[in-house]
Structure formats: C-alpha cells, structure tokens
C-alpha cells in the first residue's frame, strides 16, 4: 500500500505541476494581450485596429473597435469584450460571454481564427502589421533570380499594380530558364514575410529572407532558387 500511496502521489504532484503550468501560459497570454491588434482577412484587403485593454468588463476584458470596424468586418459589431479560454485561446465575445471568434496563436505575435462559412481571419500586433506593409512598399522593383552558385537564371519586376485584394502583378524579363518560364508568374503579395508568386494556372512559390538579406525560396533544395534585389 505505501508503494501504492507513493505512486498516487507521484501522479498527483505531476498533475498539479500541469496545471500550475497550464494557468500560467494562460496568465501570460492575459498579460502580453493588452495593445493595439489588426484584425485583418488573411490577405489584408480587409482591416481594422482593436484595443485590447486589461481592465475587467462582464465577463472579460474591455476591447474597442475603431468605427471602421463594423463597415469592414461586419461580424465585430457583436464584438464587446476579450478573454483567454483554456490554455491558449484568445476569444472576441458578445455580450452574454459567447464566442464570436476564437483566436489561437500561430506564429509569434499572430494568430488565426476561424469563422465557419466567412473563413480565416488574422490578429496581429498592429506596429507589425504597418511594418509589413511598408517593408512591400520596398519590394517594388527590380529582382535577379540565381541559383545556389550565384548563377543568373532569370529577371523579374514587381509592381505595385494591384490585380486582386492584395496582389499584384509581375513581370518576367527576356531569356528566363525554362522551369521558371514555365512557371510564368503573374501576381505576386508579401505574406506574413514571405514573398509568393502565383501563376495564372494557381500554382505558388514561396520565398523567404535569410541571414544573407537573399530570398531563398522554400523548402530548400541542394539546387536552391534565390531572388537578389537589384
């Protein structure tokens, strides 16, 4: 029986140890919430600034939408309060405490949530969100794409010309290889710090920034494809 009480104590202590954990993250979730978010479509052709604060209100926390909110993204006008649910859940609720949206985070700093039939929508530091969007001003222009050799395979522009919410058109220069000919972009947009270019047929390369300040498209290959800002 002693090796018995031993075990169950063993068992309880470690659950204890979870749960203390587990209301931890939630604490520090609660407390690095509090600031100013966007509230944004997953390609940004829709925005509005949130204010997450850390006073109490009802059921949650006080939240404020800017007026344009409510024209942009319809669903916010139920929109009164915040909170953390479980261990990593930021929720948006009306006013008797249900969800309107459930965030979870993805990436540092940006989360996602899900609203059945509408789709995706992202929250992220706004400070962020502006940054990104100046650092696609200053992707306009011209771009070398070369292999891993430093081989030139390819020239290419892009512009600021928008051709759908968030996309804009690209333009290849004379004497590409063949892959990337074929491949033919035609829209490219800055994503959550990526550079994708898209074809007319759909199909997407990615592209992200390493220690070099070289875009290296992803995932890596031992024969890798680079785009150098000229």
């Known amino acids: 029986m002693t090796a018995l009480r031993a075990v169950a104590f063993a068992v309880a202590a470690c659950l204890a140890?979870?749960?203390?954990?587990?209301?931890?993250?939630?604490?520090s979730l609660k407390k690095s919430m509090p600031g100013q978010w966007e509230l944004s479509t997953t390609e940004r052709s829709k925005?509005?600034?949130?204010?997450?604060k850390g006073d109490t209100a009802?059921?949650?926390?006080?939240?404020?939408?800017?007026?344009?909110?409510?024209?942009?993204?319809?669903?916010t006008k139920s929109i009164v309060a915040w909170s953390v649910r479980g261990l990593d859940i930021v929720r948006f609720q009306d006013a008797t405490g249900e969800a309107v949206i459930?965030?979870?985070?993805?990436?540092?700093?940006?989360?996602?949530?899900?609203?059945?039939?509408?789709?995706?929508?992202?929250?992220?530091?706004l400070a962020a969100a502006r940054s990104m969007a100046k650092s696609m001003d200053q992707m306009i222009g011209d771009w070398a794409m070369v292999r891993g050799n430093g081989q030139p395979v390819c020239g290419l522009t892009l512009t600021n010309t928008e051709t759908s919410p968030d996309n804009f058109q690209v333009f290849l220069?004379?004497?590409?290889?063949?892959?990337?000919?074929?491949?033919n972009p035609a829209q490219w947009r800055l994503e959550r710090g990526q550079i994708i270019l898209?074809?007319?047929?759909?199909?997407?390369?990615?592209?992200?920034?390493?220690d070099n300040a070289q875009w290296r498209r992803v995932p890596d290959?031992?024969?890798p494809l680079i785009m150098l800002r000229q």
């Open 17 to 27: 140890a979870i749960g203390a954990a587990h209301a931890q993250d939630a604490t």
């Open 47 to 52: 925005t509005c600034v949130v204010t997450m």
């Open 58 to 75: 009802g059921q949650g926390y006080k939240l404020e939408l800017e007026p344009a909110c409510k024209t942009a993204l319809p669903f």
């Open 102 to 125: 459930d965030f979870t985070e993805v990436e540092a700093g940006i989360f996602e949530g899900l609203r059945q039939g509408e789709g995706v929508y992202i929250l992220q530091d």
């Open 173 to 183: 220069k004379p004497k590409c290889d063949a892959a990337i000919a074929q491949f």
């Open 198 to 210: 898209m074809s007319k047929s759909g199909d997407v390369w990615q592209f992200e920034a390493d």
């Open 221 to 223: 290959t031992a024969d």
